[in-house]
């Protein structure tokens, strides 16, 4: 079974940063797109990032404040978030396996989430 393990969570400032790590097999990364998505309570999940080699896309409304990135020693994916907000608290999670990259529900695997707070 495929597991991908999300970290890097945690309760921030306005305007502080953060950087989310996803760790997958390297079979996943190199032979699938891989997508970071959030949760916030009481929403439906929402695109965030996705990428593939070397090519990126981005939820509009998050491009310039997050970026999506790869490490291919470590096998890891992170998600790197500046400028954060309250609205950006929720729970993360990353994902491979898509045929649509910003539908969550063409995405094949799913790490277990990590939480993202950020106060006022």
């Known amino acids: 079974q495929v597991q991908l393990v999300e970290s890097g969570g945690g309760l921030v400032r306005a305007g502080d940063s953060l950087r989310l790590s996803c760790a997958a097999p390297?079979?996943?990364?190199?032979?699938?797109?891989v997508g970071w998505f959030r949760q916030a309570p009481g929403k439906e999940r929402e695109f965030v990032a996705a990428?593939?080699?070397?090519?990126?896309v981005y939820a509009d409304s998050l491009e310039g404040r997050f970026t999506i990135s790869r490490d291919n020693s470590k096998n890891t994916v992170y998600l790197q978030m500046n400028s954060l907000k309250p609205e950006d608290t929720a729970v993360y999670f990353c994902?491979?396996?898509?045929?649509?990259?910003?539908?969550?529900?063409?995405?094949?695997?799913w790490g277990q989430g990590t939480q993202v707070t950020v106060s006022e």
């Open positions: 390297e079979s996943v990364l190199n032979s699938n797109a």
């Open positions: 994902a491979a396996g898509a045929t649509l990259w910003r539908d969550s529900r063409t995405y094949t695997y």
């Open positions: 990428m593939m080699w070397s090519k990126t």
